[in-house]
């Protein structure tokens, strides 16, 4: 019986499937950094000036790039960056940190501050196409450019891997700030490559994110999905840039179940509000204000349109209920009700770093 270890929250879960039952399983590639490419490449930045280091989410490249900055300050004799980060995951990332580090709660909406550096891992975003710090950005400070962002959208299903006009929009909110980005691209072995620049011009990585993460494959009657990561798991509206990234290759009629433990809950208030009967499909076709996670609820209800999804994690029952979504309280459960629903042959193809590929 082949052992797959799927990423569940900080832990990983394994997945019991018979050989018979496998299709495939399909994980993320391409040439990882080792530290002295890491410590080359940092030296671009300017150690002479105050640096604010705003860790945009946590994870392990995060903290690699954090800890390869710390030891080049250390080795040049320069004081270490400010580090500042969301309250939501401000223990997680203080945790990962290297000693002698201080961290603050970035609560600041005024970001025109040039000493603040943001760094993020670069994704795959249904809306934007990737997710970049341009697009972070956007999302957390530019509610009336995300409407816009929103409306100039392709269409009612997740494009991602693709240009959409909206990602100009994020382009042009961060235009209007004198910031920089460290912009990570990452697969479950390490740090494939990142660049230092503003963040509208570290946009151009995603061409490097294609070659390492685009994958193509046959159509798949049922799969299993995992983010790759806690940090893109945290919330059912985040994990959600996996199951957008798997879905073109889902058959009509199948299945798709994704694992993600989110437990900082729905993550968007578009959604919180659907549940809570607040806010109706219709609304989400021409909205007059933008809501977030509002291109989340719009994706799911169409996609849905084509197959089933089944969510293993944390999320109340309830909540998947109004979602039309089957909720399986673990993982042993989603083999039991593929084989159960589908048949004791069926081949299952299974995705562990869903975040961070893109299947065609």
């Known amino acids: ?12 879960v394994v997945l019991d499937i018979k050989a018979e039952n496998l299709e495939q399983k399909i994980d993320s590639d391409g040439k990882i950094l080792n530290d002295q490419e890491i410590d080359e490449k940092l030296q671009s930045l300017d150690l002479s000036k105050p640096m604010e280091l705003v860790v945009l989410h946590n994870s392990k490249s995060v903290q690699k790039i954090i800890s390869s900055l710390f030891t080049l300050c250390e080795q040049k004799s320069k004081p270490f960056p400010k580090i500042l980060t969301d309250k939501k995951i401000l223990n997680l990332v203080k945790a990962g940190l290297p000693e002698g580090s201080s961290i603050n709660e970035f609560d600041d909406i005024d970001i025109s501050n040039s000493n603040l550096v943001f760094i993020g891992e670069m994704e795959f975003d249904g809306l934007f196409g990737y997710e970049t710090i341009s697009t972070r950005l956007i999302k957390k400070f530019g509610t009336d450019s995300m409407l816009s962002a929103y409306a100039k959208r392709n269409g009612n299903l997740p494009l991602p891997g693709q240009y959409p006009e909206s990602l100009e929009e994020s382009k042009k909110f961060t235009d209007n700030f004198e910031i920089q980005g460290i912009e990570i691209i990452a697969n479950s072995e390490g740090i494939v490559d990142f660049t230092i620049d503003h963040p509208s011009k570290t946009i151009s990585t995603t061409k490097f994110l294609e070659n390492n993460s685009i994958k193509e494959i046959d159509q798949q009657k049922t799969m299993i999905i995992s983010t790759g990561k806690d940090a893109s798991n945290n919330t059912f509206s985040k994990s959600l840039s996996s199951l957008w990234n798997c879905s073109n290759v889902i058959k009509n009629d199948g299945l798709a179940i994704l694992v993600a433990e989110c437990k900082s809950g729905l993550g968007s208030d578009a959604i919180q509000q659907f549940i809570e009967g607040r806010l ?73 770093d869903g975040a961070r590929l893109l299947l065609r």
């Open 280 to 352: 109706s499909l219709e609304q989400l076709r021409n909205p007059t204000k933008y809501i977030s996670g509002m291109e989340d609820l719009l994706f799911l209800s169409e996609i849905q349109k084509k197959f089933q999804i089944g969510l293993v994690s944390v999320l109340p029952e309830f909540y998947a209920k109004k979602l039309e979504i089957i909720s399986l309280p673990g993982i042993k459960n989603s083999m039991d009700y593929v084989l159960k629903t589908q048949g004791i042959r069926q081949k299952v193809t299974v995705v562990t």
């Open 1 to 12: 019986m082949p052992e797959i270890w799927l990423n569940y929250g900080i832990t990983d």
